[in-house]
């Protein structure tokens, strides 16, 4: 619009000009071009005259009228010559052609004697004029009077004109479109400097010096650039409390203007056909839990598969739908896939291969070769639309798990300026166990196309490492956390995943922690003095929901007097469940669940109630506050976000975390009872020791583990990730132009 505003000042003075020298130039061209012929006819004139004279002054001493007639005649046979004719000194018509006007007789002529041009307008057309004195014997004895048609100078100067108006109006049109588009780049110009200078590239200026002897001084600045950004990571300390409106600022500044599209197989928002029509429903992931408060605060795209049964109902045409419903902060783009697509991508690559690959849960990895193609062929189209979601050629992509390894590499080719952040929601095995893959130096090629790769902890980067450096022909710089590998680095570096710390408001409408416990007691029909154990899971083998059964039967064996006073309240969200190994495994829990019940329970009592349904944050926000101790058993977890929603539940600091030494939360959450799941000994005296602690110490470690989760929340995990991922930004364009300067 500006740019246009801009144009137009431009270009309405350009077209007034325009109109003014048609107007003025046109009557002028008129004058010119009767003067150019005028002149012509004359000069023409003289030359018949003059070779006229001599036969016609001859004829005329002899009286001859015939020649004379004959001899006009002939003359006029020239095709501009109209007629000729001959005036006696008295102004009578001695003789003419017989083309001669009737009514201009010698009245038009000259004066008799006198040479002369003139211009008249006959009923034939207009005539030029040209008068020529003949002299016989010394005296002047008539005039010849040439009659030439001046019509076609009349047409000529018509097209003159005609063309002269075309060459305005073409001259006028290129003006505007040179105009126009010098116009456009240099506002272009003018915003990308704008844009560049708000990310601070304008401190940084192309330095114009000579090369080579430079180059030592350009290696040096490189690897003190490099060694600035490595303290900088390591020595962040202290860094302030994160949350929404500090990851707002963070994108408003140091990555001002840059677009977010973040890229996942699950979707945030699932709208489904139900009882009352479209409803929308937010479905059990831990991913969508700690991408989604980044999305709100930072107003992108994100692009996912649409899996719902309503979800095509509730896009435009562009398959796009603003979401959260209640504010529609951001774009959620859905990609369809057909069964077949979900079957060998979903299901079977990133399911049954990926998934117990990179959990040490002991389930046979799957591969054929039906599925890799599959997956290859998704991830190939997810990649085709994010390039065709950005908005820019370098946006920030966020690409999340497993699902998409190849699409970092993909998406590096069609947006080569790209920043490229990976986040690996779930662990990374050791190099010989991943090694089993038949595909694994393409899926490290693909993951490698990224900017930032990142994990939960230093350990799944360390395993990551370790892989590359087996299975492809890289440079590994363990000082640097970096991987170079085809003329591209990668950064790899741990970022504790969070959630969204609740704010006072949301804490302070929440129902109060009696309240709680007497609905879940009410539901699940326990009694007053009931101990409650809760377990809130994706129904997946990987969750040690088995471990975890088998550790409250030996507790309940170990402690006969908890028998019909504990319980554990199982919640095991419905997932995968088109894969064998999930149907087998959560039958296995059925019955077990069954088999402890049969054994422990009574009238009235069931040490278990597995619930595997699919539940709302209001009932799970019940439940963990209702709760004596939260049991997360996980055989393997990238991180495990169920512990860390517990204690931000818990603003009473009652209640006890158990946690799984094998979930990445074991590493920042210490104040919890760390237990090895497959140990059911240590697990179930763990269990124990959490549902008798005294509310003292129960106090002292909430306390603490709530300020822990409070201070590393979901904003600090997306905070340091874009954070570094602007100072790579910052850094490779230093180092392009420390580049351009060493080469001169
Ligand atoms: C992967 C990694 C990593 C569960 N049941 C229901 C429900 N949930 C929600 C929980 C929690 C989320 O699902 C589960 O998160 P986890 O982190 O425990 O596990 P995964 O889904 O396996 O997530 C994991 C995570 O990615 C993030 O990086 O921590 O290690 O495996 O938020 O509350 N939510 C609703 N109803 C349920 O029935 N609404």
């Given at each position: 619009m500006k740019t246009f505003r801009l144009q137009l000042r431009f270009l309405l003075p350009l077209a007034l000009v325009l109109v003014a020298a048609a107007y003025l130039s046109l009557p002028l061209v008129d004058q010119l071009t009767q003067r150019w012929f005028s002149r012509d006819l004359d000069i023409r004139g003289r030359l018949i005259a003059n070779a006229l004279a001599d036969p016609l002054t001859q004829a005329l001493a002899e009286g001859a009228s015939p020649r004379v007639q004959a001899l006009l005649e002939r003359t006029v046979r020239d095709e501009r010559?109209?007629?000729?004719?001959?005036?006696?000194?008295?102004?009578?018509?001695?003789?003419?052609?017989?083309?001669?006007?009737?009514?201009?007789?010698?009245?038009?002529?000259?004066?008799?004697?006198?040479e002369l041009s003139a211009l008249h307008r006959t009923d034939g057309g207009p005539v030029h004029l040209r008068t020529q004195p003949l002299v016989i014997g010394g005296s002047h004895s008539a005039d010849l009077v040439l009659v030439h048609d001046f019509s076609f100078v009349e047409h000529r100067s018509q097209d003159t004109r005609r063309y002269l108006l075309y060459l305005?109006?073409?001259?006028?049109?290129?003006?505007?479109?040179?105009?126009?588009?010098?116009?456009?780049l240099s506002w272009r110009g003018w915003v990308a400097g704008a844009r560049a200078l708000l990310r601070g590239e304008g401190l940084v200026r192309p330095l114009a010096a000579p090369a080579p002897e430079l180059a030592p001084l350009a290696a040096e600045l490189r690897s003190r650039l490099r060694r600035l950004e490595d303290e900088y990571r390591r020595a962040r300390g202290p860094e302030g409390p994160w949350d929404a409106p500090r990851l707002r600022q963070l994108l408003g500044t140091e990555l001002s203007g840059q677009e977010v599209i973040v890229v996942s197989n699950r979707e945030p928002y699932i709208h489904e056909?139900?009882?009352?029509?479209?409803?929308?429903?937010?479905?059990?992931?831990?991913?969508?839990?700690?991408?989604?408060?980044?999305?709100?605060?930072?107003?992108?795209?994100?692009?996912?598969?649409?899996?719902?049964?309503?979800?095509?109902?509730?896009?435009?045409?562009?398959?796009?739908?603003?979401?959260?419903?209640?504010?529609?902060?951001?774009?959620?783009?859905?990609?369809?896939?057909?069964?077949?697509?979900?079957?060998?991508?979903y299901y079977g690559f990133a399911n049954e291969g990926l998934w117990p690959l990179c959990h040490v849960a002991h389930v046979r990895p799957v591969f054929r070769q039906s599925d890799w193609d599959s997956y290859r062929a998704v991830n190939q189209r997810f990649a085709d639309a994010v390039a065709a979601e950005a908005r820019s050629e370098d946006p920030i992509v966020l690409v999340q798990d497993y699902h998409f390894a190849l699409l970092p590499a993909m998406l590096r080719e069609r947006l080569p300026a790209a920043t490229i952040i990976t986040f690996w929601h779930i662990p990374w095995p050791n190099p010989e166990f991943f090694g089993i893959c038949p595909w694994a130096p393409e899926l490290l090629r693909g993951m490698l196309g990224s900017t930032?790769?990142?994990?939960?902890?230093?350990?799944?980067?360390?395993?990551?490492?370790?892989?590359?450096?087996?299975?492809?022909?890289?440079?590994?710089?363990?000082?640097?956390?970096?991987?170079?590998?085809?003329?591209?680095?990668?950064?790899?570096?741990?970022?504790?995943?969070?959630?969204?710390?609740?704010?006072?408001?949301?804490?302070?409408?929440?129902?109060?922690?009696?309240?709680?416990?007497?609905?879940?007691?009410?539901?699940?029909?326990?009694?007053?003095?009931?101990?409650?154990?809760?377990?809130?899971?994706?129904?997946?083998?990987?969750?040690?929901?088995?471990?975890?059964?088998?550790?409250?039967?030996?507790?309940?064996?170990?402690?006969?007097?908890?028998?019909?006073?504990?319980?554990?309240?199982?919640?095991?969200?419905?997932?995968?469940?088109?894969?064998?190994?999930?149907?087998?495994?959560?039958?296995?829990?059925?019955?077990?669940?069954?088999?402890?019940?049969?054994?422990?329970?009574?009238?009235?009592?069931?040490?278990?109630?597995?619930?595997?349904?699919?539940?709302?944050?209001?009932?799970?926000?019940?439940?963990?506050?209702?709760?004596?101790?939260?049991?997360?058993?996980?055989?393997?977890?990238?991180?495990?976000?169920?512990?860390?929603?517990?204690?931000?539940?818990?603003?009473?600091?009652?209640?006890?975390?158990?946690?799984?030494?094998?979930?990445?939360?074991?590493?920042?959450?210490?104040?919890?009872?760390?237990?090895?799941?497959?140990?059911?000994?240590?697990?179930?005296?763990?269990?124990?020791?959490?549902?008798?602690?005294?509310?003292?110490?129960?106090?002292?470690?909430?306390?603490?583990?709530?300020?822990?989760?409070?201070?590393?929340?979901?904003?600090?995990?997306?905070?340091?990730?874009?954070?570094?991922?602007?100072?790579?930004?910052?850094?490779?364009?230093?180092?392009?132009?420390?580049?351009?300067?060493?080469?001169?």
């Open positions: 010559l109209l007629a000729l004719g001959l005036c006696a000194p008295d102004g009578r018509l001695l003789q003419a052609s017989s083309a001669f006007p009737s009514e201009l007789g010698c009245r038009a002529a000259a004066p008799a004697g006198s305005i109006v073409a001259m006028g049109a290129s003006m505007a479109l040179i105009t126009m588009i010098v116009a456009q056909h139900g009882a009352g029509g479209l409803e929308v429903k937010r479905p059990a992931s831990g991913l969508v839990t700690a991408v989604e408060p980044v999305m709100r605060a930072c107003a992108g795209t994100w692009v996912a598969h649409g899996s719902g049964s309503g979800d095509r109902d509730a896009v435009d045409s562009g398959d796009r739908v603003r979401v959260p419903p209640e504010s529609g902060d951001y774009t959620l783009r859905r990609i369809w896939l057909t069964e077949e697509e979900e079957r060998g991508y930032i790769l990142g994990f939960h902890t230093r350990h799944h980067c360390r395993n990551f490492m370790e892989t590359v450096d087996r299975q492809l022909e890289a440079r590994i710089e363990p000082e640097h956390d970096t991987i170079f590998h085809e003329g591209k680095e990668t950064l790899i570096e741990n970022y504790p995943i969070s959630i969204d710390w609740p704010s006072e408001q949301a804490a302070a409408a929440w129902p109060p922690v009696p309240v709680c416990r007497d609905r879940v007691r009410e539901h699940f029909g326990l009694g007053p003095d009931a101990l409650i154990a809760v377990g809130v899971d994706r129904f997946d083998y990987t969750k040690g929901i088995l471990e975890r059964l088998y550790a409250v039967e030996r507790m309940l064996e170990k402690h006969p007097e908890l028998r019909g006073r504990f319980s554990l309240v199982q919640i095991a969200a419905p997932t995968r469940s088109a894969l064998d190994e999930y149907r087998a495994f959560q039958r296995r829990i059925s019955d077990l669940a069954e088999r402890i019940n049969a054994r422990f329970g009574g009238p009235g009592h069931a040490p278990v109630h597995l619930v595997a349904e699919h539940h709302d944050h209001a009932a799970l926000l019940e439940l963990y506050r209702a709760a004596d101790a939260c049991v997360v058993t996980s055989l393997h977890d990238g991180m495990n976000l169920v512990s860390k929603e517990f204690v931000a539940t818990r603003d009473d600091e009652q209640g006890v975390l158990v946690l799984s030494r094998f979930a990445g939360a074991a590493r920042e959450m210490t104040e919890a009872l760390i237990v090895n799941p497959y140990h059911v000994e240590e697990t179930a005296d763990a269990l124990h020791r959490a549902i008798t602690m005294p509310p003292q110490e129960q106090r002292e470690r909430m306390a603490s583990l709530r300020s822990t989760v409070h201070e590393f929340n979901v904003f600090r995990w997306a905070g340091r990730m874009l954070g570094d991922a602007a100072r790579v930004r910052l850094r490779e364009r230093i180092a392009q132009r420390v580049e351009g300067m060493s080469h001169g």
